[in-house]
C-alpha cells in the first residue's frame, strides 16, 4: 500500500491538483495539470508516468487522467492536509493568508515527509486548537482552500521552470559542496532567476543569475524553491 | 612552501595574480610575463603552479597565477592552494583579475580577498566587452567604495598593463588594507567580536591571520581553517551557541546568510558605480545567438559530434603523417649513428644499445608529440572560445547518468585516437574523483595503435566478418570502460556525487597567443614529465631482451625470453600459452603495435608472411582472446607514464597497470573458456 510518507512533495501536489480539476472539469487533461501547477506538459508526463506506475492514476495515451481508489484516497489526505496546515498558519499563527499559502507550500517540499504525516496529525488530534478556533476555521478553511485551488501556486522548484520563466529565490535547500557553490555564484536568497534553456536531452538547464549564464541539472535546480514572476 | 622572503629585497616584488575563471586571468598572466614562465605543480596536489616574471623600472617582479577560483572557501585543492598561497606566503600585492562584464558575481571574490587582509589591486579587465554591452562603471566611485585601488584593463589587447605595472610598484611600496568591510549586521557582528576577542587571547594563531577574517571562517563553519587551526574548545563551543541561535532566528543557516550579506553589499556597491546594469531581459547578444544554435534542442548534438570529429581530425590526420616523418628521421638517424659506431669498431652490445635502446627510446616518446600538440592547440581552442562548457552542458545528462561528468565525454571520446591525449585531457575536470575515473577508463577506449594487432589477426582469420569483429572490439571497450567506471565510483570513489554548477562563459574569440602558449605548456609538460618514465621503459625491455650476454635479441634465451616461458602458463587458459604471445605482450607495454612486429621478429619473417604464419599456428578463438587482452591489458608506457603525470601518484599508475592486466586476462580466458563451451574453435 502506497501511504503518503513514499511519495514526493512534488508528486503530492500532482495528486492535489488532478483531484481539484476532476471537481471542476469533467475530464483531466495534461494541459490542465500543467497549466495548474505552471509546469511544463513534458515533465507532467513524465510524472503521470511514474504515478501510473505506483497506481495512482491510470490514463490511456493521450486520454484524460483519471485518480485510482488509491489515489484518489491519497490526494484526498494530500489536500486535507494542506489546508490544515494553512488554517493553523493563518488562524493559529495570525500569517497573512498569502505567505501562509507559500509557506504552507515550502513546509510540504522541504520538510521530511515523516514530519509533516506528525505534524498534520498533531493538528488534527490537537482537541484544544481545534475547539477554540473551530468555527472560524471550518469557515476560512473553505475560503482559502478555494482561492488556494484557483489560482495556479507560485512557489515553484527551480527545476520545474520553463524557458524563459522567471523566479526569485526563497529558499535553498541544496546540502554540501554544491550548496557551497550555488551560494558563491550568486544564487542567494532574494536572487532573480530566469531560466535560459535547456540542454538537448532535457537536462542541465541554463540559467541567468546576475546577468551570466549558469547550467545546474535539474536534480540540482529541484532543491532551490523560487517564487515565479 | 616556496618562496620565503628572509629579507625585504626592495627591488623584489612578489604579486599573485587571483581571478575567477573566465576572467580573462591567464591571458593577463602571458602578458605580463611574455614567455618568461615556469609550469610546476603546487606541493602535494595535482593543481599546476604557473610562475613568471617581468621587469618593470628598477623592479623585478615574480607573478604566481593562482588558479581561477570563484571564492576562497577551500572546498576545492584549487581553492585551498589560492587561499594558502594568499594566507600563508603573504605575496606583496594581490592583482584580482575582474570581470567587468560579469561585476556582481566576481566582486564576490575581490570581497574575501580583502576580508582577507591582503594588500589588493583590482584590474577591471575586459572593460572593451562591459562597454560593448552598454555597462559604464564609474571607477573612481568604485575605488572608493572597496578601498582599493581598481585599473581598467583589456588583457587580450595589452591594454592599461602599464598602468597596472606602475600601480603594482606603488601598492608593494605603500601597502594599504582597506578599510572597507562588509557589515554582516548587528547579531553576526556581535558574534564576530566574541569570537576575535577570544582567538587574540589565546594568542599564537592570531599572528598568521588576518583576525577578523579568521573570526568570519570560523563562525561560518570553514573546514579548512577550523582544522588546520588549533582552536580552543571554549571558543568552539560559543561559535556552536551562537550559530545555533542565529539559524533558529533566521531560520537559514550561516552559509546562506552570510553569503547573503556579501551580495548584498556587492549589490549596493554595484547600484552606485554601474549606469546601466544589465538587465535579466535584455535583447538576445551575440553570444546568445550563437548559444542558441549550438545548445538547441536538435542541432545541439550533431553540431557537438562534428565539433568532435574535427578535433579528431585535427589530432591524427594532420599529426599522423608527421608521426612518420619522426619516425623516419629517428630510423635514419639509428642507421647513421649504427654505421658510424660499427666503422669505429664499437662492439654489437654498444651499437644495440644506442640504437635498439637510446634512440629508440627517445623516438618513441617524440612520435606522440604531433598528436599531442595538435590535440592541446584544438583543445585551447575549443576552451577559451566557451565551447567546451557547452560541450560538458550537451553531454552531461548521458555523462551522468553513467556517473561521470560532461565533461568526462571529451577525454573518452581522444581515447579512441591515443590514450595519452585523452589522460591529459581529463584536466579540464574540476573534481578530483571524476578526473580520476575519467583517467583510470580512458585507456579502456581502444585506441588507433591496437589498430594493427585486430588487422593483423582479423585477416588471419576473420576476413569474411572483418568489420564486425573489430567493431566487437571497439565496443567491448566501451562497455567495460562504462562497467569500470560505476564500479571505481562505487568502491573507490564514494562520497558525494560532483555537482554541475557551472557558468557557461560568453563566447570569446581565442588569440592565438594564448593558445599557442596553452599548447606550448601543456605539451612541453608531456615531453618532460612523461617522457623520462617512457624512455625508461624502452631501455628496460631492451635490457632485458639483450642479456644475458650474446643471446640474439628478443630470442627465447633472453631473459625476456625466459620471462615469456615463465609466464605463458598463465595464458594458457585464454587460449595463448606460448612464450612468443607472452613476449609480443610484454613488448606491447611499449606500444600496442609493438605486438605485431615483435611476433614478426619472432617468427623470423616479414609483416607480410605474419598472417599466413598465425593463420596456421593460432586457432581462431585464441586470435580473438588474445584480441582482448590486447585491448584491455597494461595501458602502453606513454599511458603509464601520462597516468602518473596526471595523478601525481606512482600508486594510481600502478593500479592502472594492474587491474587492467587482470581485467584483460579473466576477459580473455572468459572468451577462450565460454567460446570452447560454445564449441567453437
Known sequence: ?229 | MEAVKSIRDVSKIVIALAGNPNSGKTTMFNELTGARQHVGNWPGVTVEKKEGMYHYQDFQVQVVDLPGTYSLSAYSEDEAVARDYIALEKPDVVVNIVDAANLDRNLYLTMQLIEMGANVVVALNMYDEAQKRNIEINIEQLAKLLGVPVIPTISVKGKGLKELSQQITVSANNPNKSRIRIDYGKEIEEVLREIQEKISACGGIAENFNLRWLAVKILEGDEGVTKSVQLPDELMKMRNNAVQKLEAMWGDDMESVMAERRYGFIGGVTREVVTRHRSVEEKMSLSDKIDGIVTNRFLGIPIFLAAMWVVFQFTFALGDPMIGWIEGLFEWFGGLVGTGLDRIGASEMIISLVVDGVINGIGSVLVFVPNIFLLFFAISILEDSGYMARAAYIMDRFMHSLGLHGKSFIPMIIGFGCSVPAIMATRTLENKRDRMITILISPLMSCSARLPVYILFVSAFFSANQGLVIFSLYFLGIVLAIIMGVLFKKFLFKGETSHFVMELPPYRIPTLKSTLIHMWERGSSYIRKAGTIIFAVVVLIWVLSSLPAGVEYASQESWLGQIGSFTAPVFKPAGFGTWDASVALIFGILAKEVVVATLAVIHGVGEEALTQVIANTWTPLAAYAFMVMTLIYIPCAAAIGAIKRETNSWKWAGFAVLYTLILGWLMAVLVYQGGSLLGFN
Open chain 1, 1 to 229: 500500500m502506497t501511504g503518503l510518507l513514499n511519495i514526493s512533495a512534488s508528486m503530492q501536489d500532482y495528486l492535489e491538483a488532478i483531484l481539484e480539476i476532476s471537481e471542476s472539469e469533467r475530464v483531466v487533461r495534461i494541459t490542465d495539470i500543467a497549466n495548474r501547477l505552471n509546469i511544463a506538459k513534458a515533465s507532467v508526463n513524465q510524472t503521470i508516468g511514474k504515478l501510473k506506475e505506483m497506481g495512482l492514476v491510470t490514463q490511456q495515451i493521450y486520454g484524460p487522467v483519471e485518480l485510482t481508489g488509491n489515489g484518489k484516497k491519497l490526494a484526498d489526505k494530500v489536500r486535507q492536509r494542506h489546508r490544515k496546515l494553512l488554517t493553523f498558519l493563518v488562524d493559529v499563527l495570525g500569517v497573512e493568508p498569502k505567505i501562509a499559502e507559500k509557506d504552507a507550500c515550502l513546509m510540504e517540499h522541504v520538510v521530511s515527509s515523516q514530519t509533516m504525516e506528525r505534524l498534520t496529525e498533531f493538528l488534527v488530534a490537537n482537541s484544544s486548537y481545534n475547539d477554540s478556533v473551530k468555527s472560524t476555521v471550518d469557515h476560512r478553511e473553505e475560503s482559502y482552500g478555494k482561492e488556494a485551488g484557483l489560482k495556479p501556486m507560485k512557489t515553484r522548484a527551480l527545476s520545474e521552470l520553463k524557458i524563459g520563466q522567471k523566479g526569485k529565490v526563497i529558499k535553498i535547500a541544496s546540502k554540501g559542496t554544491a550548496r557551497k557553490r550555488i551560494l558563491e555564484m550568486g544564487i542567494t536568497t532574494g536572487t532573480e532567476i530566469s531560466v535560459k534553456g535547456l540542454a538537448p536531452f532535457g537536462d542541465p538547464m541554463e540559467l541567468i543569475v546576475k546577468g551570466y549564464s549558469l547550467s545546474l541539472r535539474k536534480e540540482e535546480a529541484a532543491d532551490i524553491f523560487v517564487e515565479v514572476q
